[in-house]
């Protein structure tokens, strides 16, 4: 496989088509080695329009959807920045090619280990990977940009709370198909305001609160 053809192919045919036009967000998924955080029994799917399978069952989400993200936060250099699910660690690297201070929580420990591994591996080392629970975990500090990788079946303030004023907030909720990614942005008069993105759809956070079920 062409490396460099095949991922400019990927930026052209679907990042770019989902409205994903920054540039810098497009020099980014140019220049971070996707290649290198996808397991290898999958890597000729590196560059494909799909979500990839990482161990313990999860899924690194598809190009398209990794540029919307990056998009929509819009991270400027020195921004500290929380990610919830760090994966294979390649979104994490996106967004300290971005200039951001990254901190990335994963519940999974070998998940954890793969991420950093991949991001030491891949000239990232600076980014912290912490094994945590995210529904648990109390932040010693708010952060500009808070962005889960996965999905929320109802809304929860927790994650609003940890931004900054004019901190921004990406994230997907829904219990069922399709869900809305959005982008949530806390007010310097303590408020928030919501922006819908796009529909998607994407695996539950693990402990994330559910709806209520009524029993009749």
Partial sequence: MDIDAARQQMIDQQVRAWDVLDQRVL???????????????????????????????????????????????????????????????????????????????EIRPELALLASTNLRASGYPAVAVIEADATRWVPAQCFDVVVLTASLPEYDRRYEDWLNAGGRLFVVTG????????????????????????????DPLTNAVRPSRFVF
């Fill in 175 to 202: 219990a069922g198909e399709p869900m809305t990614a959005q982008l949530v942005t806390r007010t310097g008069a303590g408020g928030v305001g919501r922006l819908d993105l796009f529909e998607t759809v994407v």
């Fill in 27 to 105: 020099d980014v998924l140019g220049r971070v080695p996707r290649e290198r955080f996808v397991p290898p029994a999958f890597r000729e799917l590196a560059f494909a329009d799909c979500a990839i399978p990482l161990p313990a069952g999860q899924a690194m989400l598809a190009p398209k959807v990794h540029g919307r993200i990056l998009q929509a936060l819009d991270v400027a250099a020195g921004e500290s920045v929380l990610e919830v699910g760090a994966g294979s660690g390649y979104l994490s690297a996106c967004l300290a090619a971005l200039g951001g201070a990254v901190t990335s929580l």
